[in-house]
């Protein structure tokens, strides 16, 4: 399995900031996911990012709210722009499953409160 | 799309008790995760099961992929079983898991 670390692991913002969240993964991977769980809810995933492309946004999510970089094989940011009390919730990112095909291994999280 | 759903919604065990959660989904899948998600919001992973079963301490799963459900059996419950299992599936190659709603158990000492 891999081993996942995310940053900030939580934080308060002030409405109409930004938070940048970094996700490092152990070792390379092709596929990393960015999801949302808000509060009492279950897991929503928000994009696909993939190293060397443009990171494919789910239906509701878009690229000036969420924009991604995957510079590399082992790190991803999502942020949170703009941001309203809305986007209270925790972000969650994970990677595909290495030598077990469509599997998936999630980072810690980061517990978001937006005041 | 796939449609996960599982169930109950909520369960509240007294610690020591067994416990079954289900999961349902509407089409055929590749693989099939269960995850226990601790009051602190970490996921963890329990099993991937697309088929079979499979053991691990006092916990078991089973996937009947042809009947489309998978269940997940605790045994003699403790109290840091308490959280959320969610059952996620991918249902064609290089896709995201997409997530049940979950279980949210509770057990009391």
């Known amino acids: 399995s891999a081993v996942i670390s995310q940053k900030p692991s939580r934080d308060i913002c002030q409405r109409g900031t930004s938070l940048t969240i970094q996700c490092q993964v152990d070792?390379?991977?092709?596929?990393m996911f960015w999801y949302r769980q808000q509060p009492g809810q279950s897991l929503t995933l928000i994009a696909t990012?993939?190293?060397?492309?443009?990171?494919?946004?789910e239906s509701g999510f878009v690229i000036d709210k969420f924009p991604i970089s995957r510079p590399n094989l082992t790190f991803s940011t999502l942020t949170v722009s703009n941001m309203s009390p809305e986007d209270s919730s925790i972000y969650l990112c994970?990677?595909?499953?290495?030598?077990?095909?469509?599997?998936?291994?999630f980072g810690p999280g980061t517990r978001l409160t937006v005041l | 799309g796939i449609q996960v759903e599982q169930s109950p919604p909520d369960l509240i065990l007294q610690e020591g008790a067994n416990s079954t959660l289900r999961c349902n989904f509407s089409?055929?899948?590749?693989?099939l995760q269960w995850f226990h998600q601790n009051p602190w919001g970490q996921l963890i992973n329990l099993f991937y099961?697309?088929?079979g079963t499979k053991q691990n301490g006092r916990l078991s799963a089973t996937t009947v992929a042809t009947e489309r459900y998978s269940l997940l059996y605790i045994s003699s419950s403790q109290t840091t079983d308490s959280g959320v299992y969610f059952c996620?599936?991918?249902?064609?190659?290089?896709?995201?898991?997409?997530f049940g709603k979950g279980t949210r158990l509770s057990v009391i000492a």
């Open positions: 994970s990677v595909d499953g290495r030598g077990v095909a469509d599997t998936q291994y």
């Open positions: 070792s390379q991977v092709t596929m």
């Open positions: 990012a993939n190293q060397g492309s443009e990171a494919t946004y």
């Open positions: 089409d055929s899948v590749n693989n």
């Open positions: 099961i697309p088929s």
């Open positions: 996620a599936v991918v249902y064609s190659g290089n896709t995201p898991l997409v």
